[in-house]
């Protein structure tokens, strides 16, 4: 019988990988801060328009304001944390970088952790790894 599992996929830690990584956090953070400046500049403007419908509009309008910067704010606290994360791995240590799907042959007897503990290990973009195929 073939059954479909999720496969983890591993990466080792190489200093390739960690730069890769930071920089890609640190152009979300850039992006990030750019999108909270034009909610504050938009802002102003949405609620000089708000005050012209009176007092309800204005409130309702802050309120989406406010919600829109505290989203950005969330996702920019996270990603400090993954930042830290990242800075903090060791190399040649394996982190999660996401999983694929496969499919697979099972019959009676088969061990089910070994075959839903399947994972492939990569470093720079290479596998060099496969565990419980």
Same mark, same amino acid.
């Given at each position: 019988?073939?059954?479909?599992?999720?496969?983890?996929?591993?990466?080792?830690?190489?200093?390739?990988? $960690?730069?890769?990584?930071?920089?890609?956090?640190?152009?979300?953070?850039?992006?990030?801060?750019?999108?909270?400046?034009?909610?504050?500049?938009?802002?102003?403007?949405?609620?000089?328009?708000?005050?012209?419908?009176?007092?309800?509009? *204005?409130?309702?309008?802050?309120?989406?304001?406010?919600? +829109?910067? +505290? $989203?950005?704010?969330?996702?920019?606290?996270?990603? $400090?944390?993954?930042?830290?994360? *990242?800075?903090?791995?060791?190399?040649?240590?394996?982190?999660?970088?996401?999983?694929?799907?496969?499919?697979?042959?099972?019959?009676?007897?088969?061990?089910?952790?070994?075959?839903?503990?399947?994972?492939? *290990?990569?470093?720079?973009? $290479?596998?060099? +790894?496969?565990?419980? +195929?």
């Amino acid at each position: 019988m073939l059954v479909k599992r999720t496969i983890a996929l591993k990466a080792l830690v190489t200093p390739e990988l $960690k730069d890769e990584m930071l920089q890609d956090l640190h152009s979300t953070l850039q992006r990030l801060e750019l999108e909270l400046q034009q909610i504050e500049f938009q802002g102003k403007r949405l609620l000089l328009e708000a005050e012209k419908q009176g007092l309800q509009q *204005v409130a309702a309008t802050r309120q989406q304001i406010e919600q +829109e910067k +505290e $989203k950005r704010l969330e996702m920019r606290e996270r990603l $400090k944390q993954k930042t830290a994360e *990242v800075k903090a791995w060791e190399q040649g240590s394996e982190v999660v970088q996401g999983a694929v799907e496969g499919w697979v042959k099972v019959k009676p007897g088969d061990d089910i952790a070994r075959i839903l503990g399947a994972e492939i *290990v990569i470093e720079n973009g $290479k596998i060099v +790894e496969l565990r419980h +195929e």
